[in-house]
């Protein structure tokens, strides 16, 4: 790959390649790198992983469905349900959203009277 060369900046010529300005794909958040860490019980990886492709407008639909079968294995997990009800409340499903926020909260009051 050749090298681009922007104009000079005070006598000084930057070179750079198109590699450099693309963001590594790493840096892209992925369904499966989201579910791979949910699977691995990776819980607070994959809510970054999902809250950020909610963030970019992305698999919204999937990010709830996902997210359901998620509060199905771990019931107790008041941070999932947080996050369903953050997708419900963007995808526009308020009741959905609300019912989520709730378990949530009763999650949280649970561990607070243990």
Known sequence: MQPLRQPAISGVIIE???????????????????????????????????????????FEGKVIQDLNRAVDCYPMEASLWQALG??????????QALEAYSKAIENLNRIKSA
């Open 86 to 95: 953050e997708a419900y409340n963007q995808a526009g499903q308020l009741p």
């Open 16 to 58: 750079h390649t198109e590699q450099q300005t693309l963001p590594s794909k790493m840096q892209i958040p992925s369904l499966t790198k989201a579910r791979t860490a949910l699977q691995q019980g990776k819980i607070q990886e994959a809510l970054e992983t999902y809250r950020a492709l909610l963030h970019l407008g992305r």
